[in-house]
């Protein structure tokens, strides 16, 4: 069961993040706090990704 919730973390995150970037009210006004939200998901999905690569190999 756990399986299935793992296989798809990183699909949702990153369908998490785009829908975050897109609602963001006014990112030509919040630039700064739209990049930061941006990078968070960006590391959030290369972290997940290493993390499951590392996890297959055992």
């Known amino acids: ?3 299935k ?7 949702i995150v990153a369908i998490t993040g ?3 970037l ?3 009210p006014e990112p030509e006004t919040n630039f700064l706090a739209y ?4 990078i968070f998901f960006i ?3 290369a972290y997940l990704l ?7 190999g055992k």
């Not at 919730?5 to 699909?11: L, V």
């Not at 990049?35 to 941006?38: G, N, V």
């Open 35 to 38: 990049i930061a939200t941006a």
């Open 1 to 3: 069961m756990l399986e």
């Open 18 to 20: 785009i829908l975050v």
């Open 5 to 11: 919730i793992f296989k798809y973390k990183i699909p």
């Open 50 to 56: 290493r993390n499951d690569k590392k996890n297959k």
């Open 22 to 24: 897109f609602f963001f």
């Open 43 to 45: 590391v959030l999905v």
